[in-house]
């Protein structure tokens, strides 16, 4: 069982902390950055006196020696308006390790000690500058890999998710006041919890629940990225498929069944979205050779943790895709599949050729798509391209917040908190009910961090870099 605290209670007076807010290395300007309450005493002590509020000062940085370290710009955040709360010094000297290493050494003779990770973005979050949700946007908007993710990062950090968020937590808490009061008086509880007004607040937090997690799964896409597996025959030209969507020889092309026998990995970008195509040892019943069989048994571990799983085809020998037919039962629970009809250039007429020669019981059960495509030829590579571009949502970003695993989970377990509320109200239960919505409730709390445990929080900022 996880036990979780306010963790606004066990916060305790905290210390001053120093770090170069800027990567380590040559660079035009360096800036380290200095927070808590020993700020006024340090910026007195280093500048001679204190800058006048947010605006900048040139002033010369000495050691205790009276040696001259640089001379920069002071900044001066008085609390509580600054990033984190707290009175706030950014120092802006020339960008050099050396000079930035002194500076902050100097900073720690004077009173503070060395961030550690995260601790800048940690003590804003803890002042209530930023929600957890907004903190972790930071990191994201830090660490994003393309344009997309950026934004999405951003649309977080300026509290769109946490807003969702609470607004479906606020709409909740409507609907808990109902069922709570239903409770308190027996006589007319049941009459009330099989009320349409109840049910119609119940389907609209549903509703909101539903948005939110979709745009936050397609959030943590682009945060994360998609693993996409490419199985199959051997020989059905699986290799020659990655090589294609990747643009480079990364796979060994033979037409001798059995070529490839290890996972091979490659990192694309398609319409923003991070992606790593997994090749894999082709399918077929058990041969002799115990390289294959090991070959085929790491294909199978890979499709099960994969996103999305391209099933490759021969189309010119196998029309009727039985290849796939053959290994669906296999296949591990709920991966989403595009069937990719291969080969389509050795076959006459081959336009629209796939889909009108597939059984149509191929579609369902998991198949999302089917394309017919010669990875030799680049016919039909397009319509692939367009397909996995429409996998991580199309091009726009309209609702799509920054999101982590962690913030999907949370919103999936609330999701089947509602789900089972609304059973429960069905069934006229009415204690099991508010049960259940007292649980989808703190899940929400979970996301933005009102109900977090110490662990949780350590995880999330350890996991930013110094002086953020
Ligand atoms: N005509 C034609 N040949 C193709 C196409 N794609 C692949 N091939 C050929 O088919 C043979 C097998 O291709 P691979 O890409 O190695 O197939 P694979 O599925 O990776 O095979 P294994 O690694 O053995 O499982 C090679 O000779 C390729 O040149 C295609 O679209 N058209
Ligand atoms: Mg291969």
Redesign the pocket.
């Known amino acids: 069982m996880t036990v979780t605290v306010p963790i606004r209670a066990v916060t305790g007076s905290p210390d001053t902390i120093v770090a170069a807010a800027t990567p380590p290395g040559r660079g035009g300007v360096a800036v380290v950055r200095v927070s808590g309450p020993a700020v006024p005493q340090i910026a007195a002590a280093l500048l001679d006196v204190l800058p006048p509020a947010r605006k900048a000062m040139l002033s010369r940085w000495r050691d205790a020696a009276g040696e001259l370290i640089d001379i920069g710009l002071a900044l001066y955040f008085p609390a509580p308006h600054s990033f984190t709360g707290e009175h706030v010094l950014e120092l802006q000297g020339h960008g050099g390790n050396v000079v930035v290493e002194q500076l902050v050494a100097r900073v720690v003779e004077l009173g503070a000690r060395r961030a550690r990770p995260g601790e800048f973005s940690e003590r804003a979050f803890l002042n209530d500058r930023i929600d957890l949700a907004q903190a972790e946007a930071i990191a994201d908007l830090i660490d994003a890999g393309s344009r997309r993710a950026a934004q999405a990062a951003l649309r977080s950090l300026q509290g769109e998710f946490s807003q969702a968020v609470n607004a479906t937590r606020e709409a909740l808490t409507q609907l808990r006041v109902y069922v709570e009061a239903a409770i308190d008086f027996p006589e007319e509880e049941i009459d009330f919890l099989g009320s349409e007004e109840l049910r119609a607040r119940l389907v609209d937090v549903q509703q909101r629940l539903a948005a939110v997690l979709h745009g936050a799964e397609r959030g943590a896409v682009l945060t994360r990225g998609l693993t996409i597996a490419i199985a199959?025959?051997?020989?059905?030209?699986?290799?020659?498929?990655m090589n294609a969507l990747a643009g480079q020889d990364v796979?060994?092309?033979?037409?001798?069944?059995?070529?490839?026998r290890d996972l091979l990995r490659v990192q694309i970008e398609i319409n923003g979205v991070p992606m790593e195509l997994i090749?894999t040892?082709?399918l077929r019943d058990a041969t002799g050779d115990a390289i294959e069989v090991e070959g085929m048994r790491r294909a199978r571990a890979a499709i099960g943790r994969a996103d999305h799983l391209l099933f490759?085809v021969d189309a010119?020998e196998d029309p009727a895709c039985r290849a796939f037919e053959e290994e669906r039962a296999s296949l591990p629970e709920g991966v989403a599949v595009t069937l990719i009809g291969?080969?389509?250039?050795?076959i006459d007429g081959n336009s629209g050729f796939i889909g009108s020669n597939l059984d149509q019981s191929v579609m369902a059960g998991g198949v999302g798509a089917v394309l017919g495509?010669?990875?030799?030829?680049g016919l039909g590579m397009d319509s692939l391209r367009r397909h996995l571009g429409g996998l991580a949502g199309e091009g726009s970003n309209e609702g799509t917040f920054s999101a982590r695993a962690r913030h999907v989970e949370a919103l999936r377990r609330a999701s089947a908190h509602l789900d089972e509320a609304c059973h429960q109200l069905a069934a006229k239960q009415g204690e099991l009910a508010a049960f259940e919505l007292r649980e989808a409730q703190r899940e929400l709390g979970e996301v933005v961090g009102d109900v977090s445990s110490d662990e949780l929080l350590g995880h999330i900022f350890s996991s930013f870099c110094i002086g953020k």
């Not at 199959?232 to 498929?241: D, E, H, I, W, Y």
């Not at 495509?373 to 030829?377: F, G, K, M, V, W």
């Open positions: 199959g025959r051997p020989n059905a030209g699986k290799s020659t498929l796979a060994i092309v033979t037409p001798i069944a059995g070529t490839t090749d040892a082709g490759v010119a291969n080969k389509i250039d050795l495509l010669s990875a030799a030829t």
